[in-house]
């Protein structure tokens, strides 16, 4: 069973959790936009509890919108956080990565995943795409200079990166399609990403000879990058071939 105190221990008392799902890098001494409702004033912060040792989201404009990292976690995938705690919990260890607290076992998120447009399909191959759910693990690591370079190359920021939830990866794990486990790490020479979405993600690793692209989890019946991250209202939607496309269009 996945504890509560183990995922604080392992994500700076919740700190790490917001800033994955925020999609930034969390400042304690800055405001910042609620992602919940149409905030036109930065009235949010996320401040240390030392009652609890752990980090806490604040909202000003609204102080009904406040709460731990769990509540957070609950509240912006639509969860009751009492009923379904463990989801909540499994969800977090999934989205980070955080796979030493599942002893072997891959959680995966039982969410539904609702994406209406489409993508232009990468060529076969390149892609090794599964059909089925397929369990996964992977360790993140912080994007260095030589990483963050490859993206400056292409217009690309840590910013949108991280908004768009692209994260570096130092080791994944899965299943092959034959039912053998295998790893992959990622070194200066062949980086490795993740696009991670809810419940799945797919590995892009740009320098490789042979597999460029991964899937692990359950990918979506229509798989549309960047859909989430779509605002509100605006006067122009940009389709493109691809997620390298749209976090360039982005930034």
Sequence with gaps: MIEKEQILLLTQGGLNVFSHFLGFEVNLHRNFRSPFYDDRRASCHIYYDRKTSSYKFYDHGDTTYSGDCFWFVA????????????????????????YSLCNGEKHSSHITSAYKETIVPTPKADITKCTEERPYGFEIQPFDDGLLNYWAHYGIHEDTLRRFRVRSLKRYESVSAEGRKFELYGSPTEPMFAYIG???????????????FLYGGLMPATYCFGMEQIPAKGDMLFITGGEKDV???YA
């Design 75 to 98: 509240t912006l995938r639509n969860l009751n956080l009492k009923t379904s705690f463990p989801e909540v919990l499994e969800t977090i260890v999934q989205e980070l990565g955080l």
């Design 198 to 212: 809810n419940g799945y993600v797919k590995i892009y690793r740009p320098h490789s000879p042979k597999i460029r």
């Design 247 to 249: 976090l360039s269009l």
